[in-house]
């Protein structure tokens, strides 16, 4: 192995003279430490004012049709769609008690009082706009529901239940079974005073510090639901990224150690790779992007492959210095030996990551392209500066004795591996790969587009969050699944008899789609208001052809079912759930009804609402799905025939990929994660980088080969340069990503999990398969192609 | 691809032609559109129903028309209007009438399957419209034939007030038909009634094919609704409405004797019990019930929802129902009375017995079944 190694050194001074770039970097070394440390200083300053960022709008896509609409008309859906609600529970006897009325009282001023709370739309059985009513021989009669003298007495609370059984707010304020009560909140997306957007982060936090934790007690609770509450909650499980990352630090330190047993080495890859980190960070700040749940991941990639290729260079150095080469002559010849391989490695996986930008998700974009200015900055990082602080620091002797121990001894796994050039064990391997590709494909026959869970998808199902908004369907008439559409029409139309009529029809149209629970707009409330000014004959539930008939019965209308102009009324489809099969269904529905109903008056515009923008992101990566595969395969089929020339070695490399990409959607399945924004990046993701074992092995391999030897010996040789590397290398990336694992974010954890099962399994894949295929596409030494080991 | 491209060509070479028909009309009007097929149908407001023989016929929002009964499917019947139907009339295993919005009547000649439009509410509005007419002509005629001033003056004051109600019903004109029928009533395959918003009272006495004008044929000069006609004993008929009207028929609804009224709200709905009291009630669960016809007593009832619908039961207990899903139970003999609520809580319109002592109720939450205790021995 030793000959080998010098062998190889050799090489590299054969390869020649020092390149223009190596005499450049280590003639002014000083230089460049220098440029390093401010550059690292500079970007240090704006990589700190990096703050997460959930904001909605990155994360649909902006250009489909549903969301154009969507935005045409945002602002006068906001005015209906963001309000959080609040429940107050009593765990003893029911909301009839003086205690609790006073306690929600309380509760329900102390939220009118956080900024950004719209006082005058909310809602709760205390505040004066809930009112009760009810027809009598002399007219109307009514009041607000907490009577005018009530006093916490036995009386009052009987008059208080009475009310509220005649103020129709059990199942919206109250609960159903009248152990909580309900607080409606809508929110000033903009503060009318300051003009300040709404901050979710700060705003959820005080509801926490200012509601929850000061009103609950042992037998009352506080369950909090809504989108500001969803993305205060992201931003809170995004920040705890920041301690995985550490995590992944420590453990990765660890690692290198055990790999080199050299504390100077260890501490200067990790410390060229967070330099990555922060460079890569401070450039999307320059640049104006900023980081969200998902490019979150990013930082960790970055970490990992910088440190996977810190350890090649490291490799190289030590074992120059074993060779007997001082600090500089050591790193010099590390880097002549390394760059242009580091280099390739790493433009295919910036050209892997780049193939996420067709799918048309701004924070996939942003993912993207911070994940290939991630990459690009390690080849400076850590191709670069590295090598120049080993030439200062050199390697301890620890790290110089442990190499040259090791270099002699043959791993006992090598053995293992070799095994797969042998044909019964290739034949073996392959097959057993092709019967799990093909359960893979059966199993992957039920993966779904979308989110499944219900709730909240972007938490977990146990999270306090999905256990309130449980808590709150369970009890309340409400489902979280909504799906709006919106009808437009002329100006000042959108009340028209015609127009009503058709909505109505559209309405029932939609009720009997299966999936649908429940469909509410304008004309739903005009109904309701006609059987009530008909003192609640349901025989007159029925919209009039009448136009100041129809003024008068949607005069107690709640904001938001038509617009200020009245071109537009949105129609809520509330659903069971949001598979996609459901919100295709909902979506092809609506299409069916405008065709066979044709009218140029109203046009039934999709689709708003969660579940309308969810329908839309399912479409859009239901469309990018196979295209991104075709984009990242098609980019590492060519990258490695361009390397190779060879179809056989395209194939070795490639079809063990694709098992894994195969497996992992299996995996995707049978855990019930459906294909969305956060996990197709990954499939991309685990491609691009899994590429990188093939091409180091083979590349070793062929380096056998073409010396004229067998198969067997050529593995065995390729797994003494690489095997060790390859290893680390997997194991180091699996790492950095498995931490994930434990975010409190759903998606974080499922891109973690598939990351980390990508990255072991195309280790594996690479170290059994490529054997196996080469050994049954019978490669052979180039000298004698016929002969097989 | 190939198909579409195809068939877009022959489109294009039938447009212009007889074949080239919009799928319906560019504004839609639900009066003339044929009720959509619903496979959630029982589950949409349905307001009234009638047994025939085994099964029942109810009808509801959107047109729905449905026979069957729970025990058997719910099918859904062809219908040409998708109005909200108020009230349907069994005259017999073949013959029944509906009754809906703008003016909607219907008829079913085959055992509720397939419904023809009788009546529009544009025909409704040019018959009120002549009938407005022939009273001014009548009046005119009155006014030159006066006996004296006084009268004459007297029946100015009513012309006035007649052109005042025509200018009404142009404007009326304009609008469109907009008044609902709220019930329905035929005592055989010829003689029948519809009766409705703002006192309008219909009467054929040849299957529908004409209609005679009858507001007049009670006293409701105030026009107060119409809300349901009960057959009783021997060709009577109860008409209810508005403000307590209370009238009664023994001739099939030729003319009618205004009753007192025991109360001033309005009321929804009427029935007699197996002993031939009439009990009728309405807003604010005001119960009263007659032994003679005209004299009432109040019952109470503790309730203070609206109550719509009611039903004799086989075992001669009096199911009413009404809003939040109350459901009063009397007997008669005892006057006991339970008060029971369907757990969906939602308003009920009407009520027919199920098998036994399962009741069918509808209303909001469209056919809902409701097992109610059996009678006390």
């Known amino acids: 192995m030793q000959d080998l190694n010098k062998a190889n050194a050799m090489n590299a001074e054969a390869h020649g003279k020092a390149s223009f770039a190596e005499n450049m970097l280590f003639r002014y070394r000083m230089f460049w430490v220098l440029v390093f440390a401010a550059l690292t200083a500079f970007l240090l300053y704006h990589a700190a004012q990096v703050r997460p960022d959930a904001s909605l709008q990155k994360m649909i896509p902006a250009n489909h049709e549903f969301v154009q609409n969507y935005f045409k008309y945002g602002d006068d859906l906001s005015a209906m769609g963001n309000a959080i609600r609040v429940s107050v529970e009593t765990t003893e006897g029911d909301i009839f008690d003086p205690e609790y009325q006073d306690l929600l009282r309380q509760v329900t001023d102390e939220i009118s009082f956080l900024n950004g709370v719209n006082r005058s739309g909310m809602r709760s059985i205390w505040t004066p706009n809930v009112r009760w009513s009810e027809v009598t021989e002399d007219g109307f009669v009514g009041g607000p529901v907490i009577p005018q003298n009530y006093d916490g007495t036995e009386e009052s609370l009987a008059q208080l239940r009475q009310n509220i059984l005649r103020s129709g707010t059990v199942g919206d304020l109250v609960a159903n079974n009248f152990r909580s009560a309900l607080i409606y909140v809508p929110l000033n997306e903009i503060d009318p005073e300051t003009g300040e957007a709404l901050d979710y982060h700060e705003f959820s936090q005080r509801l926490e510090s200012e509601i929850r934790s000061q009103f609950e007690s042992e037998n009352i609770n506080i369950q909090i639901v809504g989108f500001a509450k969803v993305v205060g909650d992201l931003i809170d499980g995004a920040l705890l990224v920041g301690v995985f990352f550490i995590i992944a630090m420590v453990i990765t330190f660890g690692m290198l150690f055990w790999y080199s047993r050299c504390v100077r080495s260890s501490a200067v890859v990790l410390l060229c790779s967070v330099i990555a980190v922060i460079w890569q960070l401070g450039i999307i700040k320059l640049i104006g992007s900023g980081i969200n749940p998902y490019s979150m991941l990013v930082p960790f990639l970055v970490f990992a492959i910088g440190v996977s290729h810190g350890v090649q260079i490291i490799n190289a150095v030590v074992a120059n210095h074993a060779d007997g080469a001082s600090k500089l002559d050591a790193s010099r010849l590390a880097f002549r030996g390394l ?451 | 691809m190939k198909r579409i491209a195809l068939a ?127 009273k001014e002509e009548e009046l005119i005629a009155a006014i030159e034939n006066a006996e004296d001033d006084y009268e004459a003056e007297e029946l100015e004051y009513a012309l006035d007030e007649l052109s005042f109600q025509m200018g009404g019903a142009e404007i009326q004109y304009e609008v469109g038909p907009t008044k609902p029928f709220l019930d329905v009533h035929f005592f055989n395959r010829e003689v029948g009634l519809a009766v409705g918003a703002y006192g309008t009272i219909l009467r054929t006495t040849d299957g529908g094919q004409t209609w005679r004008v009858e507001n007049d044929a009670i006293d409701n000069v105030i026009g107060y609704h119409i809300n349901k006609l009960v057959p009783g004993p021997d060709q009577s008929l109860i008409l209810i409405g508005e403000a307590g009207l209370l009238a009664r028929s023994d001739d099939m609804g030729a003319s009618f004797e205004m009753l007192d009224s025991p109360y001033h709200g309005s009321l929804f709905g009427a029935l007699f019990d197996d002993s031939g009291n009439l009990w009728v009630y309405g807003l604010r669960g005001n119960v009263f019930v007659s032994e003679d016809g005209y004299s009432f007593e109040a019952i109470d009832v503790d309730t203070r929802y609206n109550l719509n619908g009611g039903l004799a039961l086989s075992d001669g207990r009096i199911v009413l129902v009404g809003h939040a899903g109350v459901m009063a139970v009397i007997e008669p003999d005892t006057m006991d009375i339970d008060i029971f609520s369907h757990p969906s809580g939602s308003p009920i319109s009407d009520i027919q017995q199920g098998i036994g002592n399962e009741v069918i109720l509808l209303g909001r939450a469209g056919l809902q079944t409701f097992a109610l205790p059996a009678a006390s021995q």
């Open chain 1, 339 to 789: 760059y242009i391989a580091g280099l390739t490695a790493l433009v295919s996986d910036a050209v892997g990551f780049t193939t996420l930008m067709v799918i048309d998700i701004a924070v996939i974009k942003e993912l993207a392209i911070a994940a290939s200015i991630g990459v690009a900055v390690i080849v400076l990082t850590n191709l670069g500066l590295l090598p120049i602080l080993t030439s200062y620091l050199g390697v301890s002797k620890g790290g110089v004795a442990y190499m040259k121990k090791v270099q002699g001894e043959e791993h006992p796994m090598f053995q293992l591996f070799d095994r797969f050039t042998q044909r019964k064990w290739a034949i073996g391997a392959v097959s057993i790969a092709v019967i799990m590709s093909v359960w893979g494909i059966y199993q992957a026959q039920n993966l779904q587009i979308g989110d499944l869970d219900s709730g909240a998808p972007e938490l977990r199902a146990d999270s306090r969050y999905n256990l309130d908004n449980a808590f709150q369907v369970a009890n309340y008439s409400a489902s979280t699944d909504i799906f709006v559409v919106m009808a437009e029409t002329a100006p000042g139309e959108c009340i028209a008899y015609e127009n009503l009529a058709l909505i109505d029809r559209f309405q029932w149209h939609m009720e009997n789609v299966p999936g649908v629970q429940a469909v509410r707009s304008i004309v739903y409330v005009s109904k309701l208001g006609m059987a009530g000014t008909n003192e609640g004959n349901l025989k007159w539930s029925s919209v009039n052809r009448d136009n100041f008939i129809i003024n008068a019965s949607i005069s107690q209308a709640p904001s938001g079912l038509i617009n200020n102009d009245c071109s537009m009324a949105p129609i809520i489809i509330y659903l069971n759930d949001h598979k996609a099969d459901t919100l295709n269904r909902v979506a092809d529905e609506v299409r069916n009804f405008s065709a066979d109903y044709p009218t140029d008056s109203v046009n039934f515009l999709l689709a708003a609402g969660n579940s309308g923008i969810e329908a839309a992101t399912n479409k859009v990566i239901d469309d990018a799905q196979f295209r991104m595969l075709v984009w990242v395969y098609g980019v590492v089929i060519v990258l490695c025939f361009i390397t190779f020339r060879s179809i056989r070695t395209v194939l070795c490399i490639v079809l063990p990929l694709m098992f894994t990409t195969i497996m992992s959607q299996a995996l995707m399945s049978m855990l019930g994660i459906g294909v969305k924004v956060a996990t197709l990046p990954v499939i991309a993701l685990g491609v691009g980088i899994g590429v990188d074992y093939g091409i180091y092995i083979y590349s070793k391999m062929r380096e056998a080969l073409n010396k004229g030897e067998s198969l067997a010996e050529s593995y065995l040789f390729a797994l003494s340069k690489t095997g060790k590397a390859v290893g680390f290398t997997g194991l180091t990336l699996a790492i950095g990503v498995a931490t994930w694992i434990w975010s409190p974010i759903k998606f974080q954890a499922d891109m973690g999990l598939l990351l980390t099962f990508m990255f072991i399994w195309n280790m594996l894949g690479a170290l059994i398969l490529i054997p196996a295929l080469a050994c049954l596409f019978r490669v052979g030494p180039k000298s004698e192609p016929k002969s097989i080991a």
């Open chain 2, 8 to 134: 877009g060509m022959v489109s294009a070479l039938l447009s212009g032609a007889v074949l080239s028909q919009p799928v319906v009309a560019e504004t839609y009007d639900p009066l003339f559109t044929p009720s959509p097929t619903a496979p959630r149908a029982t589950q949409g407001l349905l307001v009234g129903a009638e047994k025939f023989g085994q099964k029942f016929v109810v009808v509801g929002d959107y047109g729905t028309i449905l026979t069957g009964s729970n025990n058997t499917e719910w099918q859904q019947s062809n219908v040409p209007t998708s109005v909200l139907l108020t009230s349907v009339s069994v005259v017999d295993e073949q013959y029944m009438w509906a009754a809906g919005h703008q003016g909607a009547l219907l008829r079913s000649t085959d055992g509720g399957q397939e419904w023809s439009m009788m009546m529009d509410g544009h025909q409704l509005l040019e018959l009120e419209y002549a009938w407005l007419q022939q």
